[in-house]
Nanobody, 115 residues
Framework: QVQMVESGGGLVQAGGSLRLSCVAS????????MGWHRQAPGKQREFVASITRGGSTNYADSMKERFIISRDNTKNTVFLQMNSLKPEDTGVYYCNADIASANYWGKGTLVTVSS
């Protein structure tokens, strides 16, 4: 059974950086597209970034200058490097992956950016 497990969230001051990681465990297949979404308090979940198995990336416009998505296919792991963090980046960050025609989501990791 595939499980997505995020890590790396925490409390950071505005202007700081965090690196999130997410591993898709329990799969014998390399994930196709992997990505990140986030949900701020009181708001809907929104797309952050995605990366294909070949390394092509896609970002939400408001994050493309500050966030970098990458992955390690040998470990079915996706990363999100977040720089110049702002208080409005606060929220729960979820990773997801398309594996063998199914979509899997993690339970999320909380990022809190203080002003």
């Amino acid at each position: 059974q595939v499980q997505m497990v995020e890590s790396g969230g925490g409390l950071v001051q505005a202007g700081g950086s965090l690196r999130l990681s997410c591993v898709a465990s329990g799969s014998i297949f390399v994930a196709n597209t992997m990505g990140w979404h986030r949900q701020a308090p009181g708001k809907q979940r929104e797309f952050v970034a995605s990366i294909t198995r070949g390394g092509s990336t896609n970002y939400a416009d408001s994050m493309k200058e500050r966030f970098i998505i990458s992955r390690d296919n040998t470990k079915n792991t996706v990363f999100l490097q977040m720089n110049s963090l702002k208080p409005e980046d606060t929220g729960v960050y979820y990773c997801n992956a398309d594996i063998a025609s199914a979509n899997y989501w993690g339970k999320g990791t909380l990022v809190t950016v203080s002003s």
